[in-house]
């Protein structure tokens, strides 16, 4: 009874709940937990510390990384705790915590597929990922070399991996964000890569600390639905670009996942195909095009590329 007490009283805990919830469906590490459940390391360090004594999470090591996953002898042992939990998981499948849990966590699927590394192996899950040396950020950099050397504006640029991959082929490029400590951070890992053909500035984008007519291209990556006024915006965006020059957008197509609005500062929750269409339109592009760019079978999510030229005089 004392050990059965126990058990009840460590699983009397949501994030804890959550976490279990978690590696219940998948083999996870603290990074990754750490990004789904939205808490500070420290915190998902000390529950999976919890668990794992209490014999409920088991660790393994692999490629210098520990992951967590169900200890089933435990979950299926003499306290009957697999019918409990797999009960109370089905009835709080809506809840909008845990509907953000399983929407983060598809994010951590997608970015291991797409990852070499977790699948490199002759004992990954999926045999047809296992193409040695195939990579989507080598395919960017090899079709970057085919673009022209021109100045480019990274607007919302966030901590710089656009921005210096960019720069992998621009002659220069002008990175905004509204956050300086963003800003710091994309410096610091600018001088990591030894880039710098990069000038950072602190600025909105609906008024942006660049010139008239100064750069050949104007990207917005993920940026547009954060800003307080996506026309006016993209109206920056075309009036910082030469004519005859390129903007682009990759934004969220139209989704109903309200809780990005508290944890990522989303403003607007994606926009239709047709809006970004006007808005490019209405900032007196031409040329326009708007077509799907990325989506994934039960992903909430699915990224809209947008692009359209300026008018030349």
Not at 47 to 60: M, Q, S, T
Not at 136 to 154: E, F
Request: net charge positive; proline share 3%.
């Amino acid at each position: 009874m004392r050990d059965a007490a126990s058990l009840y009283r460590l699983l009397g805990d949501e994030a804890r709940l959550r976490l279990l919830r978690l590696v219940w469906q998948e083999r996870l590490n603290v990074t990754e937990l750490t990004g789904v459940l939205g808490l500070a390391q420290s915190g998902v360090s000390r529950h999976l510390r919890l668990l794992k004594e209490a014999g409920l999470v088991a660790e393994e090591k692999d490629g210098g990384f520990s992951y967590y996953r169900l200890a089933t002898s435990t979950i299926d042992g003499e306290h009957g705790l697999r019918p409990l939990l797999e009960s109370q998981f089905e009835a709080a499948a809506s809840d909008a915590a845990v509907r953000a849990d399983e929407t983060r966590l598809q994010e951590v699927r997608r970015l291991r597929k797409e990852n070499f590394d977790a699948h490199g192996s002759p004992d990954a899950r999926d045999a047809r990922q296992l193409v040695p040396g195939r990579s989507w950020a080598a395919w960017s950099r090899a079709l970057g070399l085919l673009l022209p050397h021109v100045k480019v504006a990274d607007l919302g640029c966030g901590e710089g991996y656009l921005t210096i991959e960019a720069a992998r082929w621009a002659s220069r490029v002008i990175a905004v964000d509204r956050s300086e400590a963003v800003l710091k951070r994309a410096r610091s890992l600018a001088r990591r890569r030894r880039v710098s053909n990069i000038v950072w500035k602190r600025g909105e984008l609906d008024k942006l600390p660049i010139r008239d007519e100064t750069v050949d291209v104007a990207l917005l990556s993920q940026a547009l639905h954060h800003a307080r006024d996506p026309q006016r915006a993209i109206a920056e965006a075309a009036r910082v670009t030469v004519a005859g020059g390129k903007l682009l957008v990759l934004d969220l197509r139209t989704h109903h996942e309200e809780w990005v609005r508290s944890k990522l500062g989303d403003r607007r929750l994606g926009f239709d195909e047709s809006e970004l269409k006007h808005l490019l339109t209405d900032a007196g592009l031409y040329d326009v095009t708007v077509r799907v760019g990325a989506r994934k079978v039960g992903d909430p999510f699915t990224v809209l590329i947008a692009s359209g030229t300026k008018v030349e005089p």
